[in-house]
């Protein structure tokens, strides 16, 4: 059995045994989110790994160097510190640029493709699988369930054998999905062991499951943990904080350390104040499901009228981290919360901007000017506020997210003078030490403002300065590739995107843009290998499978574009652009009746979708219907405007068909357009000229 397996059981010791009956050699890593929170059992596994990596292939480890540190800190003991960001290096209170759930995913991708290359290295030296058995999935935190879903999708089995083992409760769907061709064991009823009748008294059942940081599943300790003295038990929870605290990395701070103190005997007090620490590093790290979680339990020990500036972090933040996670119902009733609640001018002056940004960026649909409504209201309070220093800042902050909403208006012009503004008003107040993030910012919203309006030059000095104050910001880099390839430098673009890849997680945009740059440059084997990996990693992503599909169409492998096409079929049905390719294909294999089906198809969808007109044109050219492929070279005329080689066809259809004045008409405009290829109207034309005689 060299499948993946999932392994299903209600108690944990009887699922062990299934796992040592299975997978004997596998590596069994404790999932529990309440041991050490996000990535709890992947840190297992790469503590596990990371001293051979290290020392046989340092090469692979330095290539996902990012990756394995950014959620995992405490693995810098094993293989040294990552590279600094402005970001990374800013005070909390400075920090204007967060991450959220899609940075996790881009980590999470590089994890995995360190994973696979590992095993692929054992694999070639002893020809077993690499096995992990991750135990507890159910009781997961969402990003460990996710990389394990991302894992069992992307390993063989034959090399990186994955078993998942829980309860039966419901998995998330793409870690279910990633599952399904495996097999999957069910602990059977005679092998249940069931414990023995209680032989300690409560209390003592309670320390036991306390002492697992609330994850034994043994009956007697849960039921004993219920029974026992809530102030005994509250006790309990205290001392396995002390004991935990010394040492913790921030994994057991946003895991056991808070679960202990939010149930001790100051949860008011101290279990506050370790859920509003392990939620700030959750924020910085961009774990967003962690923050809403933390956030709502922080709301749950805090009373709003004591500790109204901690009630309004662990609201505001909750509110922000359920944006990425797509809950956006629950963002805005959180932020209308604090209005009801409060009124201070501060917390009005940040979720009016915050609710600007809901409306501007992500609700739908967009309502941009109900957002300059909210954003005005903030940019009036910031300029009210007593302290000059706040004054500066906060205004500064509010006119840059006013500029935001003015771009999204199509204002660009007026968006620029603000950005422009606020740049001159904080150089000219501040130290260049100060603020320094937040200044980066925007001078990272003037450049694309500056690119929107065709300021090239400006734009491409705003970027290189960017470069040269946040070397490891690699967005930076992607955007000033845009620039030279504005300019037709593709040398310098591909230089930008190598150093990228470099630098960066695996973000499938980046890989995306440096395969089509590559595609551009001939360079066909590189960006295959580049397409390759984006839909290694993200199999639904439509622009990369139709950039394979075309490439390899290009190349002149049919069975590839047509096999790309079908699989990408599989996962958007009657998409228009792969439909339009399969079509192609078949026309190239003079399959025309299956041809004809498929940009038929398309055009029901659409039916100005100029490559179904003309390739369908071709299709019912060669089966003598002219005027059929007229009419749908005419069609597609009236989309993409005079085009000399649409008309270049439609004169051979009409020529075809004996209407030479016609098709003389069509060479002739099209020997007048740029690109024409005019050998071949010029040859056209005097066939026409022949006929006519």
Same mark, same amino acid.
């Given at each position: 059995?060299?499948?993946?397996?999932?392994?299903?059981?209600?108690?944990?010791?009887?699922?062990?045994?299934?796992?040592?009956?299975?997978?004997?050699?596998?590596?069994?890593?404790?999932?529990?989110?309440?041991?050490?929170?996000?990535?709890?059992?992947?840190?297992? +596994?790469?503590?596990?790994?990371?001293?051979?990596?290290?020392?046989?292939?340092?090469?692979?480890?330095?290539? %996902?160097?990012?990756?394995?540190?950014?959620?995992?800190?405490?693995?810098?003991?094993?293989? =040294?510190?990552?590279?600094?960001?402005?970001?990374?290096?800013?005070?909390?209170?400075?920090?204007?640029?967060?991450?959220?759930?899609? @940075?996790?995913? &881009?980590?999470?991708?590089?994890?995995?493709?360190?994973?696979?290359?590992?095993?692929?290295?054992?694999?070639?030296?002893?020809? #077993?699988?690499?096995?992990?058995?991750?135990?507890?999935?159910?009781?997961?935190?969402?990003?460990?369930?996710?990389? !394990?879903?991302?894992?069992?999708?992307?390993?063989?089995?034959?090399?990186?054998?994955?078993?998942?083992?829980?309860?039966?409760?419901?998995?998330?769907?793409?870690?279910?999905?990633?599952?399904?061709?495996?097999?999957?064991?069910?602990?059977?009823?005679?092998?249940?062991?069931?414990?023995?009748?209680?032989?300690?008294?409560?209390?003592?059942? #309670?320390?036991?499951?306390?002492?697992?940081?609330?994850?034994?599943?043994?009956?007697?300790?849960?039921?004993?943990?219920?029974?026992?003295?809530?102030?005994?038990?509250?006790?309990?929870?205290?001392?396995?904080?002390?004991?935990?605290?010394?040492?913790?990395?921030?994994?057991?701070?946003?895991? #056991?350390?808070?679960?202990?103190?939010?149930?001790? =005997?100051?949860?008011?007090?101290?279990? $506050?104040?370790?859920?509003?620490?392990?939620?700030?590093?959750?924020?910085?790290?961009?774990?967003?499901?962690?923050?809403?979680?933390?956030?709502?339990?922080?709301? =749950?020990?805090?009373?709003?009228?004591?500790?109204?500036?901690?009630?309004?972090?662990?609201?505001?933040?909750?509110?922000?981290?359920?944006?990425?996670?797509?809950?956006?119902?629950?963002?805005?009733?959180?932020?209308?919360?604090?209005?009801?609640?409060?009124?201070?001018?501060? !917390?009005?002056?940040?979720?009016?901007?915050?609710?600007? @940004?809901?409306?501007?960026?992500?609700?739908?649909?967009?309502?941009?000017?109900?957002?300059?409504?909210?954003?005005?209201?903030? +940019?009036?309070?910031?300029?009210? *506020?007593?302290?000059?220093?706040?004054?500066?800042?906060?205004? !500064?902050? %509010?006119?840059?997210?006013?500029?935001?909403?003015?771009?999204?208006?199509?204002?660009?012009?007026?968006?620029?003078?603000?950005?422009?503004?606020?740049?001159?008003?904080?150089?000219?107040?501040?130290?260049?030490?100060?603020?320094?993030? %937040?200044?980066?910012? *925007?001078?990272?919203?003037?450049?694309?403002?500056?690119?929107?309006?065709? $300021?090239?030059?400006?734009?491409?000095?705003?970027?290189?300065?960017?470069?040269?104050?946040?070397?490891?910001?690699?967005?930076?880099?992607?955007?000033?590739?845009?620039?030279?390839?504005?300019?037709?430098?593709?040398?310098? +673009?591909?230089?930008?995107?190598?150093?990228?890849?470099?630098?960066?997680?695996?973000?499938?945009?980046?890989?995306?843009?440096?395969?089509?740059?590559?595609?551009?440059?001939?360079?066909?084997?590189?960006?295959?290998?580049?397409?390759?990996?984006?839909?290694? @990693?993200?199999?639904?992503?439509?622009? #990369?499978?139709?950039?394979?599909?075309?490439? *390899?169409?290009?190349?002149?492998?049919?069975?590839?574009?047509?096999?790309?096409?079908?699989?990408?079929?599989?996962?958007?049905?009657?998409?228009?652009?792969?439909?339009?390719?399969?079509?192609?294909?078949?026309?190239?294999?003079?399959?025309?009746?299956?041809?004809?089906?498929?940009?038929?198809?398309?055009?029901?969808?659409?039916?100005?979708?100029?490559?179904?007109?003309?390739?369908?044109?071709?299709?019912?050219?060669?089966?003598?219907?002219?005027?059929?492929?007229?009419?749908?070279?005419?069609?597609?005329?009236?989309?993409?405007?005079?085009?000399?080689? !649409?008309?270049?066809?439609?004169?051979?259809?009409?020529?075809?068909?004996?209407?030479?004045?016609?098709?003389?008409?069509?060479?002739?405009?099209?020997?007048?357009?740029?690109?024409?290829?005019?050998?071949?109207?010029?040859?056209?034309?005097?066939? &026409?000229?022949?006929?006519?005689?």
């Amino acid at each position: 059995m060299m499948g993946h397996l999932r392994i299903v059981g209600d108690r944990h010791a009887d699922r062990l045994r299934l796992i040592k009956s299975h997978a004997g050699k596998a590596l069994v890593v404790r999932c529990h989110q309440r041991l050490r929170g996000p990535y709890t059992g992947v840190d297992t +596994v790469l503590r596990a790994v990371l001293p051979e990596a290290q020392q046989r292939w340092p090469d692979l480890v330095e290539q %996902h160097r990012v990756e394995l540190l950014y959620g995992m800190p405490e693995l810098t003991q094993l293989i =040294g510190e990552s590279p600094r960001t402005l970001a990374g290096d800013a005070p909390f209170k400075e920090r204007t640029r967060f991450y959220g759930a899609g @940075m996790i995913r &881009c980590m999470s991708q590089g994890i995995v493709t360190f994973l696979l290359a590992y095993a692929r290295l054992v694999h070639a030296e002893t020809g #077993a699988p690499f096995e992990v058995a991750f135990e507890e999935v159910h009781a997961a935190e969402s990003t460990t369930q996710e990389l !394990v879903g991302l894992l069992v999708r992307r390993a063989d089995p034959r090399v990186l054998r994955v078993v998942v083992s829980g309860t039966g409760d419901a998995l998330p769907d793409e870690l279910h999905s990633a599952l399904a061709p495996g097999t999957t064991l069910t602990v059977p009823p005679a092998a249940r062991e069931e414990p023995p009748a209680a032989d300690q008294d409560a209390l003592e059942w #309670a320390a036991v499951y306390v002492n697992s940081d609330g994850t034994d599943d043994d009956p007697r300790a849960v039921r004993g943990y219920r029974a026992a003295d809530p102030r005994a038990v509250a006790d309990l929870h205290d001392k396995r904080a002390e004991a935990l605290e010394p040492g913790a990395t921030w994994g057991m701070r946003m895991g #056991a350390i808070a679960y202990h103190r939010e149930r001790g =005997g100051d949860r008011s007090g101290i279990g $506050r104040t370790t859920l509003l620490e392990a939620q700030r590093h959750a924020v910085a790290t961009g774990f967003s499901a962690v923050v809403v979680d933390l956030g709502l339990r922080g709301r =749950g020990v805090t009373d709003p009228a004591t500790h109204e500036h901690d009630f309004w972090e662990f609201t505001r933040e909750a509110a922000s981290a359920c944006i990425p996670i797509g809950r956006l119902q629950q963002s805005m009733e959180l932020y209308q919360d604090l209005l009801r609640r409060f009124t201070d001018p501060k !917390v009005h002056m940040m979720t009016s901007y915050a609710i600007a @940004m809901l409306h501007t960026r992500f609700l739908e649909p967009r309502d941009h000017d109900l957002a300059v409504q909210w954003q005005h209201n903030a +940019v009036a309070i910031a300029g009210l *506020l007593p302290d000059p220093a706040e004054r500066l800042t906060y205004s !500064v902050f %509010h006119d840059n997210g006013l500029a935001l909403v003015e771009m999204h208006r199509g204002n660009r012009e007026r968006a620029l003078e603000l950005v422009e503004t606020c740049i001159a008003r904080l150089d000219a107040r501040l130290d260049d030490d100060q603020w320094v993030l %937040h200044r980066s910012q *925007l001078l990272y919203n003037r450049a694309r403002l500056q690119a929107s309006l065709n $300021r090239l030059d400006e734009a491409h000095a705003d970027y290189t300065r960017l470069i040269e104050l946040d070397p490891y910001y690699t967005d930076y880099l992607s955007e000033r590739a845009r620039i030279h390839r504005e300019r037709g430098e593709f040398e310098a +673009v591909l230089a930008d995107y190598d150093r990228a890849v470099l630098l960066a997680p695996p973000f499938p945009e980046l890989y995306y843009n440096r395969g089509t740059a590559r595609a551009e440059t001939g360079d066909h084997e590189g960006a295959l290998e580049d397409f390759g990996y984006v839909l290694e @990693m993200e199999p639904l992503d439509l622009a #990369a499978r139709v950039a394979r599909a075309e490439l *390899l169409l290009e190349c002149g492998d049919l069975d590839g574009a047509e096999a790309d096409a079908d699989a990408g079929l599989a996962l958007h049905p009657a998409e228009a652009q792969l439909l339009c390719l399969k079509g192609i294909v078949l026309l190239q294999r003079e399959d025309l009746q299956p041809a004809l089906a498929a940009f038929d198809a398309v055009l029901e969808q659409d039916p100005a979708y100029p490559a179904a007109l003309i390739n369908r044109a071709v299709a019912h050219f060669h089966r003598a219907r002219h005027d059929q492929a007229v009419a749908d070279l005419s069609a597609a005329l009236d989309v993409v405007g005079d085009d000399p080689d !649409v008309l270049l066809n439609r004169g051979i259809a009409h020529l075809a068909d004996g209407r030479t004045e016609l098709a003389r008409a069509d060479f002739d405009r099209a020997l007048g357009l740029p690109d024409a290829d005019v050998d071949e109207l010029r040859r056209q034309r005097e066939l &026409c000229d022949a006929a006519a005689g």
